[in-house]
């Protein structure tokens, strides 16, 4: 899409929002003007087949989504500790599998400090109860996060977050160096690219 003079330099479209748990993921969408992000579906985290990764990919082109943003956990100093380690590991393995679909969706890493903090919240304050808040709280801190981004693009003019980029598929073959499987990128290769327009190793 063409975009004309004086446009937000950033994706405008339908937009997904993923907050990462060790056990379930929560997944929010927003409409296609990005005004309000709602909670969608809660996933089953599987850590061996990476099938929730899957459904947010399919969720992607079902919508036709033109970017995705992943929660980034820091302190509230900012620190990154094990949690973000394994929100940027997601976000690299849904970079992979657009990459193998041969699709080209943006995936950004967001701070998403106090989003399940929010989120628990604004449900205790909707009446739920807290032993039902397990079965919705992933998404609505998604919707949370999401929220946060297209209001923050919107507000800035431009594009917000980290952006996480596949490398090529394989490497050349040849004597010391072995074809690389379509889903897996080589350790390492998969880099952050910020919006300050540099890009620097994601650790």
Same mark, same amino acid.
């Given at each position: 899409?063409?975009?004309?003079?004086?446009?937000?330099?950033?994706?405008?479209?339908?937009?997904?929002?993923?907050?990462?748990?060790?056990?379930?993921?929560?997944?929010?969408?927003?409409?296609?003007?990005?005004?309000?992000?709602?909670?969608?579906?809660?996933?089953?985290?599987?850590v061996k087949k990476n099938s929730d990764v899957r459904v947010i990919a399919s969720l992607a082109v079902e919508l036709g989504a033109v970017q995705v943003f992943v929660g980034l956990p820091r302190t509230?100093?900012?620190?990154?500790?094990?949690?973000?380690?394994?929100?940027?590991?997601?976000?690299?393995?849904?970079?992979?599998?657009?990459?193998?679909?041969?699709?080209?969706?943006?995936?950004?890493?967001?701070?998403?400090?106090?989003?399940?903090?929010?989120?628990?919240?604004?449900?205790?304050?909707?009446?739920?109860?807290?032993?039902?808040?397990?079965?919705?709280?992933?998404?609505?801190?998604?919707?949370?996060?999401? $929220?946060?981004?297209?209001?923050?693009?919107?507000?800035?003019?431009?594009?917000?977050?980290?952006?996480?980029?596949?490398?090529?598929?394989?490497?050349?073959?040849?004597?010391?160096?072995?074809? $690389?499987?379509?889903?897996?990128?080589?350790?390492?290769?998969?880099?952050?690219?910020?919006?300050?327009?540099?890009?620097e190793p994601v650790q």
């Amino acid at each position: 899409m063409t975009e004309s003079a004086g446009a937000a330099v950033y994706p405008q479209g339908i937009k997904l929002g993923v907050d990462v748990g060790t056990v379930r993921v929560g997944v929010a969408i927003c409409d296609r003007d990005e005004i309000l992000a709602t909670p969608h579906k809660t996933l089953d985290r599987n850590v061996k087949k990476n099938s929730d990764v899957r459904v947010i990919a399919s969720l992607a082109v079902e919508l036709g989504a033109v970017q995705v943003f992943v929660g980034l956990p820091r302190t509230m100093k900012g620190e990154e500790h094990a949690s973000a380690r394994m929100a940027t590991d997601y976000a690299e393995l849904l970079v992979a599998e657009f990459v193998a679909r041969g699709m080209d969706v943006p995936v950004n890493l967001v701070d998403e400090r106090l989003s399940s903090v929010t989120a628990h919240r604004n449900l205790h304050e909707a009446g739920m109860s807290s032993r039902n808040h397990r079965k919705v709280v992933d998404q609505v801190a998604a919707a949370g996060i999401l $929220q946060h981004a297209i209001d923050m693009q919107k507000a800035r003019g431009t594009d917000v977050g980290s952006r996480v980029t596949a490398p090529p598929r394989t490497r050349p073959s040849g004597a010391g160096s072995a074809v $690389q499987p379509e889903h897996a990128a080589p350790e390492g290769m998969i880099r952050s690219q910020n919006t300050e327009g540099y890009s620097e190793p994601v650790q």
